[in-house]
């Protein structure tokens, strides 16, 4: 019987089997991630409480929100998710150049050199003031309120005019833009325009201002030997980081306090009056600009979704396992950390959005957008509305989902836009129908 067994001579083959297996075998590999976007999926959760000290003590007062409560959440914020905020460095304007751009506006584009000497990180920046012919009786129409953004492609890629200058460095390939090897293109010149529809709010007296993210960070997971962070005395290296290294996001968000530093010294600009707002990832940047730096009047987060507005603990759409293993780059290496363990966390997005307290915030997302959760970045606005009532403020003023294309709001505002995932003029007007009226003209 036993010298009949195929078994030894099948042993050499099974032996490769085995070996092959163990080859190819990855120790890491696990089953891909599952993504909730059913609602009824959505277990119930406890959020951190906004209103307590380090020590859990309860804050009751602008003055507890200020000296207690709001230093303790911003150091677990740089902590645990995006990383130590570098340090302002000097700004210097380098080739100055104005024009006429859309609509009569006028154009001022500036190279601002972001450190000391000619090696130092540049940016360039794209900005668009009001026509003069805006009547000049209009009260504080001297001094613009000013919308800030940074963009994906590069600014000549957010309008056609063609004067717009072109980055030189590392562009994301895209399908809308043509890019395919990342190399900027003339023929990408304004072909995401549809998301900044800079006449249209120039004629309602704001000036806009745009930069390319890239110019600090270039959006890879190996961007950061190229960023600006070794000039500012951090790691290059990605296999030796800190568990609180600044992350792309903080990069970004310190490119937009440096572009603001430049921003306060021209005449056409109310220093006073300047609104941060950014897309998706950029969105999550904006909040992070807005949280670490007080001199933005105000916040819009688009479309932030996960890392941004959306709430973890509502495991809905976007994961922080997915996102810190897609874009590793993007927050600290702590964050990663969290993957798999939102009800431990000890923060949540509302604590996000309530840095920008009591200043106006807006929260935007698209009702097809399930990936960044409009819904949890409504109930992100909800749950950190405490923040602003300290302050003698309403929040949002309901606490009810509201239909698409119907803004609520009170010193926070938002809308849920019908559509997909995209940075829209109609988005932008609501905007500028908040800042209207939380920012009024010659306060
Ligand atoms: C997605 C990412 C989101 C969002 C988006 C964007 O791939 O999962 O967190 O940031 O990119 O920036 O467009």
């Known amino acids: 019987m036993l010298f009949r067994s195929p078994l030894p001579r099948l042993l050499p083959a099974l032996f490769l089997l085995v070996l092959l297996a163990a080859m190819t075998h990855d120790a890491h590999a696990q089953p891909p991630e599952e993504f909730n976007e059913d609602e009824s999926k959505v277990e119930a959760y406890t959020l951190p409480d906004l209103l307590v000290g380090p020590d859990g003590e309860e804050v009751t007062t602008p003055e507890g929100w200020r000296t207690v409560a709001r230093p303790r959440w911003m150091e677990i914020l740089e902590e645990q998710e995006y990383g130590r905020r570098p340090a302002p460095v000097p700004v210097t304007a380098e080739k100055v150049e104005r024009g006429e751009g859309p609509g009569g506006t006028r154009r001022i584009q500036a190279r601002l050199r972001l450190g000391q000497g000619p090696d130092a990180p540049a940016t360039e920046v794209l900005l668009y003031l009001p026509p003069l012919s805006l009547p000049p009786d209009r009260p504080g129409a001297a001094r613009f309120p000013t919308f800030l953004h940074l963009n994906f492609g590069g600014n000549h890629a957010e309008t056609a005019d063609p004067a717009v200058r072109i980055p030189a460095g590392w562009v994301p390939n895209g399908k809308e833009t043509g890019v395919t090897e990342n190399r900027a293109l003339a023929a990408s010149r304004g072909t995401l325009a549809h998301r900044w529809p800079i006449d249209r709010l120039a004629a309602r007296g704001f000036a806009t201002a745009t930069a390319y993210y890239g110019d600090v960070f270039p959006d890879r997971a190996d961007g950061r030997a190229e960023s600006a962070l070794p000039s500012l005395g951090y790691e290059s290296d990605r296999a030796r980081l800190a568990p609180d290294e600044p992350g792309a996001i903080s990069t970004w968000a310190w490119q937009l306090s440096r572009i603001l530093d430049w921003l306060v010294t021209l005449p056409e600009i109310d220093p006073e009056r300047v609104i941060v707002v950014g897309h998706s990832r950029l969105g999550k940047t904006a909040l992070w600009a807005g949280a670490g730096d007080e001199r933005f009047a105000m916040v819009v987060s688009n479309e932030s979704g996960c890392g941004g507005a959306a709430l973890e603990r509502r495991n809905f759409g976007e994961t922080v396992r997915r996102i810190t293993t897609v874009f590793p780059h993007w927050f600290c290496p702590n964050f990663a950390g969290w993957a798999g363990r939102a009800p431990e966390m000890p923060f949540d997005q509302h604590v996000l959005l309530a840095m920008t307290a009591p200043r106006p915030l807006y ?18 606005a909800v749950a950190a509305a405490p923040a602003w ?10 606490a009810d989902f509201p239909a698409p294309d119907a803004p609520v709001g009170g010193s926070i505002g938002y809308h849920v836009r019908s559509g997909a995932h995209d940075l829209l003029a109609w988005d932008w007007e609501r905007f500028a129908d908040f800042a209207e009226k939380a920012l009024p003209r010659g306060r």
């Open 363 to 380: 929260v935007a997302s698209a009702a097809e957008d399930l990936w960044a959760d409009p819904r949890g970045e409504f109930l992100a």
């Open 389 to 398: 009532e300290l302050f003698g403020k309403e929040g949002l003023g309901t």
